[in-house]
């Protein structure tokens, strides 16, 4: 097991930039891929981005594709979500997950251990 926790969320006009950071503890960080989802308000749980457990490869969500991009340092043990050009419907609180396979990473089952979550308000 693994434990998470996310920083960085707050509130951003459109069109602004936001660093979300996910601090992991207990197991091998290295042994975990990563990845960021989000939950807005009365909607499910969507994939937003991963990244391998070396950090080899990345996945996006179509809606974040070149604006959000994930990083991870596994000597510090961290994950990062850099967004720019944020719209208001990038609006929802942001969970962290690590997930002990290296495939299927859009899908919330692959992940064994999840944050509390940060919110992130992008006003228009």
């Known amino acids: 097991q693994v434990q998470l926790v996310e920083s960085g969320g707050g509130l951003v006009q459109a069109g602004g930039s936001l660093r979300l950071s996910c601090a992991a503890t207990?197991?091998?960080?290295?042994?975990?891929?990563m990845g960021w989802f989000r939950q807005a308000p009365g909607k499910e749980r969507e994939f937003v981005a991963a990244?391998?457990?070396?950090?080899?490869?990345?996945y996006y969500a179509d809606s974040v594709k070149g604006r959000f991009t994930i990083s991870r340092d596994n000597a510090k043990n961290t994950v990062v979500l850099q967004m720019n050009s944020l719209k208001p419907e990038d609006t929802a609180v942001y969970y962290c997950a690590a997930s002990p396979k290296n495939y299927n990473l859009a899908y919330p089952p692959s992940y064994a251990d999840w944050g509390q979550g940060t919110q992130v308000t992008v006003s228009s």
């Open positions: 207990g197991r091998t960080f290295s042994s975990y891929a």
């Open positions: 990244i391998t457990k070396s950090g080899g490869f990345t």
